[in-house]
Nanobody, 121 residues
Framework: EVQLVESGGGLVQPGGSLRLSCTAS????????MSWVRQVPGQRFEWVAY????????AYANSVKGRFTISKDNATNTLSLQMNNLTTDDTAVYYC??????????????RGQGTKVTVSS
């Protein structure tokens, strides 16, 4: 059974940092590209970041570029998202996903429970 378990969220002040983790199991993590997706409660899902299966290439949404870093540890089946210089606009529930979709708001639901990030002073 495919499982994705997100963790690392919490309350942080604007300008602060958090590191999210996603522990994967039930599939060959090393051969899959991975993504992070977020959702402000009641709003649309937003793709945040993507990483190639080997970790050799990454891509970011313009809203997080230069502040967030996605990484992938194939030895421990762990996907990470280092988030720096957080703003209140980053407040959301964050999910990891296998691969990358062009549209996360049609026919997609997160596999995991997500991890909640709240940026507030």
């Amino acid at each position: 059974e495919v499982q994705l378990v997100e963790s690392g969220g919490g309350l942080v002040q604007p300008g602060g940092s958090l590191r999210l983790s996603c522990t994967a199991s039930g599939f060959m993590f090393e051969v899959y590209d991975m993504s992070w997706v977020r959702q402000v409660p009641g709003q649309r899902f937003e793709w945040v970041a993507y990483i190639l299966s080997s970790g050799a290439a990454t891509a970011y949404a313009n809203s997080v570029k230069g502040r967030f870093t996605i990484s992938k540890d194939n030895a421990t089946n762990t996907l990470s998202l280092q988030m720096n210089n957080l703003t209140t606009d980053d407040t959301a529930v964050y999910y990891c996903d296998i691969g990358r979709r062009t549209d996360y708001n049609t026919g997609w639901a997160p596999r995991g429970q997500g991890t909640k990030v709240t940026v507030s002073s």
